[in-house]
């Protein structure tokens, strides 16, 4: 069955510190992978899209990496600010048509304290 | 603002009762998504259309069912309401499906249900 497992669930930092999301997943194939954000109540906005050959994508302050040998991907964010506090969800796509290929995590609620 | 219009954004309603919760997809977009999320739970794909018609089911319900206008505009409408409808569920749009393409999805702002 196709799953996607981030971490941690929540996560509290300072802000201007860093920290690292974690995706692993078992699709497969595998396609794309995704990194969206969502605010709390709003619809989730795309920050990163890989495919499997690509290792690393930035998006400003975001860095999302891939490694499809071993099915794990993580996001990067650098001097977070106060903004940054949503939901951040990892979703993998297999290579067939139609959102039945899509697989999302649960996400990753990400609080910024000042 | 994502270009994807979904109305409206609130809806109370009793059990028993039957809701449409409407979505404009992004100008061009041929597939429309309908999403469901429950509190703290992660996005539910439910069903899609593709230029009118369905392309892919999800765990949608039975007393749930959609459908997509010629004009693309898309309605879910959901039936003998229960508690547990209470959620966000969000519309999303794209040229065409995805998966195999890396076509992005847009989302909408989302349609909040509560069943009282």
Known sequence: KNQVEQSPQSLIILEGKNCTLQCNYTVSPFSNLRWYKQDTGRGPVSLTIMTFSENTKSNGRYTATLDADTKQSSLHITASQLSDSASYICVVSAPRGGADGLTFGKGTHLIIQP | ?116
Not at chain 2, 22 to 44: A, F, I, K, N, T
Not at chain 2, 52 to 77: T, V, W, Y
Request: net charge negative; with cysteine.
């Open chain 2, 1 to 116: 603002d994502s270009g994807v219009t979904q109305t409206p954004k609130h809806l109370i309603t009793a059990t028993g009762q039957r809701v449409t919760l409407r979505c404009s997809p992004r100008s061009g977009d041929l597939s429309v998504y309908w999403y469901q999320q429950s509190l703290d739970q992660g996005l539910q794909f439910l069903i899609q259309y593709y230029n009118g018609e369905e392309r892919a089911k999800g765990n949608i319900l039975e007393r749930f069912s959609a459908q997509q206008f010629p004009d693309l505009h898309s309605e879910l409408n959901l039936s003998s309401l229960e508690l547990g409808d209470s959620a966000l569920y969000f519309c999303a749009s794209s040229v065409v499906g995805t998966g195999g393409m890396n076509t992005e999805a847009f989302f909408g702002q989302g349609t909040r249900l509560t069943v009282v």
